[in-house]
């Protein structure tokens, strides 16, 4: 069965600073993996994915996640965070033969000013 | 991408009462997706709905408490029977679309749901 693990409840960090948000992946076969954002009231964005190829994917709003499979992990960075950073983070894999999305519990990034 | 209405986005109701929640999508999907969102925690997929076939449930969820309508590609209804203070959640529509290689999936705003 799929399962994805973000380990830290809440990450805080200062304007400026480089951020991680930690994923942990469980799934047989090669997955696909996706990071989402949630911001206060509104629905799921989605932010980027891995399928396949380079290890490291850039996505929306100067985001980048690096797959590494010997860890199974799927961490979602950014080099310089902002305030408006700020929100609720899920990671969701998907093994190549499954229908279905599995999400992380999520992580809360406050970035402060 | 996939643009997708929910309404109503949040709603006060009262124990034992009904909500049905509506989901319009602006363009034509073959699955729709229906999860709830409990205070504090992860996402969990309710059930799939296919138009011209009954919805898909997952374990934990049925039918009749949670019926779900398909009637066309582009909408889809579920609502939340005899409610109780325990199905206070953010409710999520959601459609898959193609990007890329793979699929991705396409939420909704939500329906926030308080139950007295």
């Known amino acids: 069965a799929q399962s994805v693990a973000q380990p830290e409840d809440q990450v805080n960090v200062a304007e400026g600073n480089p951020l991680t948000v930690k994923c942990t992946y469980s799934?047989?076969?090669?997955?696909?993996l996706f990071w989402y954002v949630q911001y206060p009231n509104r629905g799921l964005q989605f932010l980027l994915k891995?399928?396949?190829?380079?290890?490291l994917v850039k996505g929306s709003y100067g985001f980048e996640a690096e797959f590494n499979k010997s860890q199974t992990s799927f961490h979602l960075k950014k080099p310089s965070a902002l305030v408006s950073d700020s929100a609720l983070y899920f990671c969701?894999?998907?093994?190549?033969?499954?229908?279905?999305?599995?999400f992380g519990p999520g992580t809360r990034l406050s970035v402060l000013p | 991408s996939a643009v997708i209405s929910q309404k109503p986005s949040r709603d006060i109701c009262q124990r034992g009462t009904s909500l049905t929640i509506q989901c319009q999508v602006d363009?034509?999907?073959?699955?729709m997706f229906w999860y709830r969102q409990q205070p504090g925690q992860s996402l969990t997929l309710i059930a799939t709905?296919?138009?011209?076939?009954?919805?898909?449930?997952e374990s934990g969820f049925v039918i009749d408490k949670f019926p779900i309508s398909r009637p066309n590609l582009t909408f889809s209804t579920l609502t939340v029977s005899n409610m109780s203070p325990e199905d206070s959640s953010i409710y999520l529509c959601s459609v898959e679309g193609v990007q890329g290689l793979t699929n991705i999936q396409y939420f909704g705003a939500g329906t926030r749901l308080s139950v007295l």
């Open positions: 799934v047989s076969g090669n997955p696909y």
């Open positions: 891995y399928i396949t190829g380079d290890n």
């Open positions: 709905a296919n138009q011209g076939s009954e919805a898909t449930y």
């Open positions: 969701a894999v998907r093994d190549k033969r499954g229908q279905n999305f599995v």
């Open positions: 363009s034509q999907v073959t699955m």
